[in-house]
């Protein structure tokens, strides 16, 4: 389920984000302490060995070891790799979460153009609404785990009422190797060509406008399906988690804190506990695992997008909106404000402090020097400037 705080940072307030902190479901935390407590453990044993196990000579080539493991850890370019990674994987989620595909004004314009308050008109509208959830359906199914599980055979979208076994027959008997989503396209224009000639479309620019916004629908679920198919491509994935965990597998050994009598340059203290190493590796892994989680929002993760959500909401919508409300009007009445040409509503209490003045430009409350315009127009009407 996506974790939302929006309420919570409403306002700039002092560390206000800081309780955003104490969160579990969707945190850092939850996402990364595992490889936290693997990395922890690891430094803490090679430090019990170099500290109690190895020989003289064996702790003098271990010194040199870690002090060889820290200078070209460096050189590995972990946060170049990573920031550049991270920003196209979010760049990338974001753009899936603006394309998915919603119903509103499709229903919208079904219900204005589709006529006919008897059973048959009633039936074209909530058959055309249903193609359109159909076809989301079908592409939610082939790239969303969590629909997969909901409805894993064609029996289940069946029961759930999004098809009839004739449509399955049909549906089923049209032979192709590829993912049919785009049948319920055609039957929707089909459909659609038919109520035109019933008379139940009267105007073919109503036509038009219903099948271009079911293709721009289209354009949505074929770009969710692209995405689906052609994702980042695998060696750059690689290539990122190699360079951050290749790196944090030098720090196991070059960061570990030497014999201070030693005099090795920056070996002053032994702190035991590498306090900045930890939270370098909790920065960096932890960015990882944020790539990780959005690179496919489709899962099932805290904040993947909540796409069983969008199938209930969007069929309890649309067909209410097509059926219910199709030619349902309230009645008119005079408003408030009929006989008030300076119309503005009122502010509760707690509101009143937004009750401003209108903004009018920023020279409004510019000041002149006092008879400066008084002078000049008079130095120009002597001089025969003005007319």
Known sequence: MTVTYSSKVANATFFGFHRLLLKWRGSIYKLLYREFIVFAVLYTAISFMYRLLLTGAQKRYFEKLSIYCDRYAE?????????????????????????????????FLISSSVHGSDEHGRLLRRTLMRYVNLTSLLIFR?????????????????????????????????????????????????????ARKEGRIRDSVDLQSLMTEMNRFRSWCSLLFGYDWVGI???????VTLAVYTFFFACLIGRQFLDPTKGYSGHDLDLYIPIFTLLQFFFYAGW????????????????????????????????????????????????????????????????????????????????????????????????????
Not at 154 to 169: I, L, N, P, Q, S
Not at 233 to 239: D, K, M
Request: proline content about 7%.
């Open 233 to 239: 491509p695998l060696v750059y994935t690689q290539v």
């Open 142 to 194: 082939s790239v969303s785990t969590a629909v997969y599980k909901r409805f894993p055979t064609m029996d289940h979208v069946v029961e759930a009422g999004f098809m009839t076994a004739d449509e399955r027959k049909l549906f089923e008997h049209l032979r192709s190797p590829h993912l049919k989503y785009w049948v319920p396209f055609i039957w929707f224009g089909n459909l659609a060509a038919k």
């Open 288 to 387: 990882l695992k944020v790539a990780e989680q959005l690179i496919n929002p489709f899962g099932e993760d805290d904040d993947d997008f909540e796409t069983n959500w969008c199938i209930d909401r969007n069929l309890q919508v649309s067909l209410l909106a097509v059926d219910e409300m199709h030619m349902s009007l309230p009645k008119m009445k005079k408003d408030i404000y009929w006989d008030d040409s300076a119309a503005r509503p009122p502010y509760t209490l707690a509101a009143a402090d937004y009750c401003i003045p209108s903004f009018l430009g920023s020279t409004v409350e510019m000041g002149l020097p006092e008879g400066s315009i008084t002078d000049v127009y008079k130095q120009k009407l002597t001089a025969g400037g003005l007319p």
């Open 75 to 107: 050189q590995i370019p972990v946060t170049f790799v990573l920031g550049f990674y991270v920003t196209l994987v979010v760049n990338r989620w974001w753009n899936q979460f603006v394309n998915l595909p919603w119903p509103d004004r499709l229903m």
